[in-house]
């Protein structure tokens, strides 16, 4: 299995502009997470799924962030508009179970200018 | 409220010596904690996870160490290696999938 898959692996943007973020999970998994991190907030869980149906979404900052599972194997995590506060590392995990083992994947670096 | 705190923030070890970080929670509602390693560049890592029910895991060098009445966790590295140089996260999990991360340790192993 190629693991869990992100693209765009880097992101440079403009305040303002929409940014997506995309994530494929390992095949069978029916957890996907997506996390945010930086220097000074650390990992932070923005929201989860289960079986593509939101779990939990209180960590999504702000309205601007949005994010859709429309099937098992593709996920979105959309910001509109971006801001510099914005920028940071963003991770996809996926697992199989709530307590399996989270596979991350290799992340998206986001720069909003 | 921070429901999980890492501590140090940074530990510099020499090679061949014991590495520990340490962690304490403050909601008893979880019910499995992980062990994260994350190299620069990359996704953070499962190294290795304890349930409630039992005070210690070992695998390898690698070691927790669980204290459910103290709500503290510990992770401990025997004969740490410059290898082992990375950032570490102990996170706590609910029933339901929801994690939590711990600020993170800087290791860092010196030949």
């Known amino acids: 299995d190629a693991g869990v898959i992100q693209s765009p692996r880097h992101e440079v943007t403009e305040m303002g502009q929409e940014v997506t973020l995309r994530c494929k999970p390992i095949s069978g998994h029916d957890y996907l997470f997506w996390y945010r991190q930086t220097m000074m907030r650390g990992l932070e869980l923005l929201i989860y799924f289960n079986n593509n149906v939101p779990i939990d979404d209180s960590g999504m900052p702000e309205d601007r962030f949005s994010a859709k599972m429309p099937n098992a194997s593709f996920s979105t995590l959309k910001i509109q508009p971006s801001e510099p506060r914005d920028s940071a590392v963003y991770f996809c995990?996926?697992?199989?179970?709530?307590?399996?083992?989270?596979?991350f994947g290799p992340g998206t670096r986001l720069l909003v200018l | 409220q921070q429901q999980v705190k890492q501590s140090p923030q940074s530990l510099i070890v020499q090679k061949g010596g014991i590495s520990i970080i340490n962690c304490a929670y403050e909601?008893?509602?979880?019910?499995?904690f992980p062990w994260y390693q994350q190299f620069p560049g990359k996704g953070p890592a499962l190294l290795i996870a304890?349930?409630?029910?039992?005070s210690e895991k070992k695998e390898g060098r690698f070691t927790i160490s669980f204290n459910k009445s103290a709500k503290q966790f510990s992770l401990h590295i025997m004969d740490s290696q410059p290898g082992d140089s990375a950032t570490y996260f102990c996170?706590?999990?609910?029933?339901?999938?929801?994690?939590?991360f711990g600020d993170g340790t800087t290791l860092t192993v010196k030949p």
């Open positions: 995990a996926s697992s199989f179970g709530g307590q399996g083992t989270q596979y």
């Open positions: 909601n008893t509602a979880f019910d499995y």
């Open positions: 996170a706590v999990n609910t029933n339901a999938g929801k994690s939590t």
């Open positions: 304890i349930r409630p029910d039992v």
